[in-house]
């Protein structure tokens, strides 16, 4: 059985499936391996793969990601994890990582150098 769940954090979007007949423990970020996907960053993989040390079964990943850094596709694929799990019915252990984090990068305004920035204030 299939399990589904959507993702979003700043500009970046995960989609997660899990299948649940495979017995093999695998995780495929975007049809790349999930160390060839963030190769440099030992953190984000060891707390994705941290799930499935938690449930103690064998979990087989399929996720897409888009749009976005590396930070964001992370917390955007933790939250989609947290939510497929849940449908698999394992919401007590998961319910704290379903809150989704709706922060997004201030627009400029004219006038100023960035979002809030102003140029600098000479009085004379």
Do not use: H
Request: charged content about 30%; overall charge positive; some cysteine.
């Amino acid at each position: 059985m299939k399990y589904y769940g959507i993702g979003r954090r700043k500009s970046a979007v995960a989609k997660v499936s899990i299948n649940s007949e495979d017995t093999n423990d695998m995780v495929i970020i975007n049809k790349k391996t999930i160390s060839d996907y963030f190769q440099n960053d030992k953190a984000s993989i060891d707390s994705i793969l941290q799930f499935s040390q938690t449930l103690g079964i064998p979990l087989n990943l399929i996720i897409t990601v888009s749009g976005g850094g590396t930070t964001g596709q992370k917390e955007a694929i933790r939250l989609a994890l947290a939510k497929a799990l849940c449908k698999m019915g394992f919401s007590d252990i998961f319910k704290k990582l379903l809150t989704q984090d709706s922060r997004v990068k201030e627009r400029k305004k004219y006038g100023l150098k960035k979002a809030r920035k102003a140029p600098q204030y000479s009085k004379r």
